[in-house]
């Protein structure tokens, strides 16, 4: 579980601000899948 709780909860400091590690694999998980041409729902990413 402590896995879950830092992947949830991990930031990178960029600039002045915090950016959510969440966030970051959710963007590259929908980069990847435009770029790749697979539709959105058949992808599961569980974060």
């Known amino acids: ?9 991990a930031q990178i ?3 002045g601000s915090k950016l959510l590690l969440r966030e970051v694999v959710g963007k590259d998980s929908g980069l990847a899948m435009a770029l790749g041409g697979m ?3 058949e992808a599961v990413v569980v974060v």
Not at 1 to 9: N, Y
């Open 39 to 41: 539709p959105r729902h």
């Open 1 to 9: 579980m402590d896995f879950m709780q830092w992947l949830l909860t």
């Open 13 to 15: 400091p960029v600039g």
